[in-house]
C-alpha cells in the first residue's frame, strides 16, 4: 500500500525549533519530487517547500524562507522538514505530499498525502 | 507569485444537479501544473484532477476538468452526497506552488 506517515509535530514556544518526518513506503521514494504542505486552523491549504528526488534541488514559499529546512533520506525513504525561528502564525497541520509526475523536480499534482502532523506554537 | 481566485466561495446544490466551480489565475497557468483537490473534514486534501482535465486514479468519471492559460473549472457531474467537501484548486510556476482559496461545496 502506498502511504505516507507524518510525525514530530507538537507545541513548542516562539522562537523555538521542531523537526517533522515523513516516512514513505509501497512507492520508490527516490524517483519523485515531495513537498510540505500547512493548513492553519480553519484556513485553507499552503505550500510550504518542496525537494527534488535527488535532493539537489529545493524551494521555499516566502514565508518560511530562512526558517525552514526541507530534506530527505532516500536510504531511509523519508522527508524532513526542519523548522526554526518558530511563529504563532507557523501553528498548522502539516501534510506531506508526492508529486503526480516521476523524474521531474517538481510541477504537476499531489497524489499522495499523509494524514498529517500538528504544529502549535504558543507560549 | 500567481494569484489563485476560486467562485463561487460557497455553492448549495441538490444530489443529480451539476456543479461548475471556477479557477482563475492572475496570470498564465501552464495546463500541465493545473490541479483540483478535494477535501472533507479532518481529511487531508484527495487529488481529483491533475495536468488540468486527466483525472487522478480512482476518481469517478463525473469528475471532469477543463480550461487553459487563466481560466480553469472542475464540473462535477451528478453530484452525490459525497461531494460535499471544500474544493481547492492548485499550480505549480515559477518554482513555487499556489493553491486558491477553496470553493465549499454543499449538498442540500
Known amino acids: 500500500e502506498v502511504q505516507l506517515l507524518e510525525s514530530g509535530g507538537g507545541l513548542v514556544q516562539p522562537g523555538g525549533s521542531l523537526r517533522v518526518s515523513c516516512a514513505a513506503s509501497?512507492?520508490?521514494?527516490?524517483?519523485?519530487?515531495m513537498n510540505w504542505v500547512r493548513q492553519a486552523p480553519g484556513k485553507g491549504l499552503e505550500w510550504v517547500s518542496g525537494?527534488?528526488?535527488?535532493?539537489?534541488?529545493?524551494y521555499y514559499a516566502d514565508s518560511v524562507k530562512g526558517r525552514f529546512t526541507i530534506s530527505r533520506d532516500n536510504s531511509k525513504n523519508t522527508l524532513y522538514l526542519q523548522m526554526n525561528s518558530l511563529r504563532v502564525e507557523d501553528t498548522a497541520i502539516y501534510y506531506c505530499a508526492k508529486v503526480v509526475y516521476v523524474g521531474v523536480a517538481l510541477g504537476g499534482g499531489f497524489d499522495i498525502w499523509g494524514q498529517g502532523t500538528m504544529v502549535t506554537v504558543s507560549s | 507569485e500567481i494569484v489563485l481566485t476560486q467562485s463561487p466561495g460557497t455553492l448549495s446544490s441538490s444530489p443529480g444537479e451539476r456543479a461548475t466551480l471556477s479557477c482563475r489565475a492572475s496570470q498564465s497557468v501552464s495546463s500541465s501544473y493545473l490541479a483540483w483537490y478535494q477535501q472533507k473534514p479532518g481529511q487531508a486534501p484527495r487529488l481529483l484532477i491533475y495536468g488540468a482535465s486527466s483525472r487522478a486514479t480512482g476518481i469517478p468519471e463525473r469528475f471532469s476538468g477543463s480550461g487553459s492559460g487563466t481560466d480553469f473549472t472542475l464540473t462535477i457531474s451528478r453530484l452525490e452526497p459525497e461531494d460535499s467537501a471544500v474544493y481547492y484548486c492548485?499550480?505549480?510556476?515559477?518554482?513555487?506552488?499556489?493553491f486558491g482559496q477553496g470553493t465549499k461545496l454543499e449538498i442540500k
Open positions: 525537494i527534488s528526488g535527488s535532493s539537489g534541488n529545493t
Open positions: 492548485q499550480q505549480y510556476g515559477n518554482s513555487t506552488y499556489t
Open positions: 509501497g512507492f520508490t521514494f527516490s524517483i519523485y519530487a
